[in-house]
């Protein structure tokens, strides 16, 4: 582990990564916060694209179930097109660490057209973003991944939250980041923005994280219009709609699994 100030990980090769400290996680600092994780995945399938020449297709859904912890120690991806096509693909990526896999993503990319004419939502606006007052998640949370984001938010009830939210490092030194998978290092922050409990209180990591999008997102601050739900027999769900300053773009949803410390 390097303790580098400026990015998230180190490239040890093409496919083997290393983490810094800021990607140590909120549940056990030993761990990896899995959030830059699903934006380096991101990143290694759009420098995937690029290569094969599908730089015209868009990521529409990227999907990440979470098959166990990765350690703060390097670990390397597996690409593999299952898929191919001009207008259309299905890509998967398996990030595996010590011999397993700890990742498992999948990833459609789509043909764009000039859709303009009948572009819109029903979502509803985010509140703008110098309404929120700052917050700070590392009061609640320990690990460097929730200390490396700026973060901007109301919360008016437990497990309800409008965030505004900004990573302050870069995912990898001296290299060329998506706007797509720049949001992806970020989005899996949105189970931790206003959990309906303390963590003293219950466990709740997510098994899994699934994106929709209907465009690209612009700009470094990404809104997190956020909703978490528990049922009664340990299964949660924290759902986002997701805005950047245009407006909405997506979704994003985390099944968890939900378990009392008291």
Not at 89 to 109: F, H, I, P, Y
Not at 221 to 229: A, I, L, P, Q, Y
């Amino acid at each position: 582990m390097t303790t580098n100030d400026d990015y998230y990980f180190q490239a040890l090769g093409p496919d083997r990564f290393t983490p810094t400290h800021h990607v140590s996680g909120g549940w056990n600092p030993a761990e990896q916060h899995i959030a830059p994780a699903l934006g380096l995945i991101t990143h290694l399938i759009d420098r995937d694209r690029q290569a094969r020449g599908g730089g015209h297709l868009a990521i529409g859904r990227v999907s990440f179930d979470i098959l166990g912890v990765l350690a703060m120690d390097a670990f390397e991806a597996h690409i593999n097109v299952i898929r191919p096509g001009k207008t259309i693909e299905l890509v998967e990526v398996r990030l595996r660490q010590a011999g397993r896999d700890a990742v498992l993503a999948r990833c459609w990319l789509m043909q764009q057209y000039d859709t303009a004419r009948t572009a819109g939502t029903a979502f509803a606006p985010m509140p703008p973003l110098n309404s929120l007052g700052p917050a700070q998640l590392g009061d609640v949370w320990p690990g460097g991944f929730v200390r490396s984001v700026e973060l901007r938010r109301e919360s008016p009830a437990p497990g309800e939250a409008r965030s505004w939210v900004r990573p302050q490092v870069a995912l990898l030194p001296d290299t060329e980041v998506g706007p797509v998978a720049r949001l992806m290092g970020l989005v899996d922050v949105a189970n931790g923005l206003s959990p309906r409990v303390l963590p003293k209180e219950a466990l709740f990591p997510n098994l899994d994280l699934t994106a929709h999008l209907f465009r690209e997102p612009a700009g470094d601050w990404m809104g997190f219009d956020t909703k978490v739900s528990f049922g009664k027999h340990g299964v949660g769900l924290t759902h986002s709609v997701i805005h950047d300053i245009e407006g909405p773009l997506g979704i994003v949803s985390q099944a968890l699994t939900v378990r009392p410390t008291q």
